[in-house]
């Protein structure tokens, strides 16, 4: 690390006495608002600002809420298949039943 010395010090202030406010660019200001006009005329802007009403965006969700809710009931009522009443049966004939990946298969594996 270089050693700070007064002069050094001194040195550094003196650069900064030439120093001005920074200024904006001309008409800065009247740019900035005519992109935001521009901007807020467009047809997203305009779709997003109907979806963003909060009687829309309420009917929106519940109709999605709604749409779930019929495809998530309507599937579970088919009857089941033949492979799955041949599996039933295996499964009873031999004892079969699920396991847990985490329960060990046996008292003697380490």
């Not at 010090?9 to 900064?16: G, K, P, Q, Y």
């Amino acid at each position: 690390m270089e050693r700070r010395t007064p002069e050094r010090i001194d040195a550094i202030l003196e650069s900064l006495d030439g120093m001005e406010r920074a200024m904006p660019a001309p008409f800065l200001h009247t740019r900035i608002m005519a992109r935001m006009q521009r901007e807020q005329s467009g047809g997203w802007s305009k779709a997003m600002y109907f979806l963003a009403r909060p009687a829309v965006a309420l009917s929106m969700s519940m109709l999605l809420i709604l749409l779930n809710a019929y495809v998530i009931y309507s599937g579970s009522e088919a009857p089941p298949s033949a492979s799955d009443e041949y599996g039933m049966a295996m499964a009873q004939d031999y004892g079969a039943h699920l396991t847990a990946t985490y329960e060990p298969l046996s008292d003697d594996t380490p």
